[in-house]
């Protein structure tokens, strides 16, 4: 399992988890998409602001592996924001391909890409 190194672990100052220490022994958690409803809390929504803040700034708009970035983090943008960089795509594998969609991510949350130069 890659570990991203300077990925912050979580959000600052909540338990909103961005990474994963070490893989699990048990089988690799699989990415599943799951539905953002309008009543989500605020924190909520801040957690997923702050962890495609994180992908842009590592990544880019480039592929990267998953690798340590947790499964359940992801799932709340997966499919969207952040889709899959490779076919077959196993969602079940520390080493699955991802890529985030920048037109999609900038229309769902452009307060992370303020600043950005688009022309």
Known sequence: MLKHRGFPSRLPGTD???TIRRANPRGVTEIVRRERYRDRRPA??????GFLKALWE?????PFERGNLDAGRISW???REVVAAEEPFDPA???ALLQIDVEV????FP????GEDWA
């Open 105 to 108: 991510a900038r229309a769902s």
């Open 111 to 114: 307060e992370v890409f303020d």
């Open 44 to 49: 909520d929504k801040r957690a997923d602001v």
């Open 16 to 18: 909103f988890q961005f």
């Open 77 to 79: 943008l997966f499919e």
């Open 58 to 62: 590592q990544f880019g708009d480039a």
């Open 93 to 95: 594998s520390y080493d």
